[in-house]
């Protein structure tokens, strides 16, 4: 059984997010399923490993965005009964690069040595808490970026919602664009007597150049 779920959400690039599936799965296959999230996407432009569609017209007019589109992802797996198959979850934009093999092993084997982190995040080379890290190292965290988490189950078990639908299953979906949800899901994280860390065993980076020029093919604000 494979420990991870990874998820991706897609709108409208679905070059880009196949890209990032194949090299998930030629990386780290073994350890983890993998799962598309289609956020108001076209029907020409679904990934072709696409799981669910989120397809009503205010999602096709206005997407799902980070919060509730990874809301969605997991509520869908609890709803088919696959969410207790996994032991960690990992969240991720399709703008993430990935060019370190083996990235879900490096970062699966720190969340196994400390049982109280419940959110782990890659740094990225371009990030001050870069100069905090030592080699091969972690550091827990007020506050991380949002393109790349990996989850524990036992942490979101503590914080998700599972009777109020999608929107509100982990992130407040009430706030659409998401501004502040790296501070809400880390408060959870504390406030249930767990932590959230930065690692720089494996580096993950945000290729912008998808959002400055695609803003209107993917149906955002400008950058």
């Known amino acids: 059984m494979k420990p ?6 897609n709108r409208n690039l679905p070059k880009v997010t196949d890209r990032l599936y194949r090299k998930i ?10 799962f598309v999230i289609e956020s108001g996407s076209s029907k020409k432009n ?3 490993y696409a799981t669910w569609h989120a397809n009503s017209k205010v ?3 206005n997407g799902l965005r980070f919060p509730r589109g990874m809301n ?3 509520y869908n797996l609890w709803k088919e009964k696959k969410f207790e198959k996994y032991s960690a979850f990992f969240l991720v934009t399709n703008d993430t690069v990935i060019k370190n093999k083996k990235t879900l092993k490096k970062l699966y084997s720190i969340l196994l040595k400390n049982k109280r982190i419940g959110i782990l995040s890659p740094c990225s080379r371009k990030w001050g808490e870069n100069k905090l890290l030592e080699r091969n190292s972690y550091k827990f965290s007020w506050y991380i970026h ?6 524990r189950k036992e942490f979101l078990k503590k914080v998700i919602n599972t009777s109020s639908g999608y929107k509100h299953f982990l992130y407040d979906g009430s706030n659409f664009r998401g501004y502040g949800l790296e501070s809400e899901i880390i408060a959870k994280a504390y406030a ?20 400055l020029k695609n803003t209107d093919l993917i149906k955002t604000e400008s950058y």
């Open 146 to 151: 949002n393109h790349a988490y990996l989850l």
């Open 72 to 74: 969605y992802g997991l």
């Open 4 to 9: 991870i779920a990874t998820l991706i959400l």
């Open 59 to 61: 999602v096709k007019k």
């Open 192 to 211: 249930n007597n767990f932590a959230a860390a930065i690692t720089n065993k494996v580096f993950l980076e945000e290729n912008e150049e998808y959002l």
């Open 25 to 34: 799965r030629s990386n780290d296959g073994d350890i983890t399923d993998i």
């Open 46 to 48: 679904l990934s072709k």
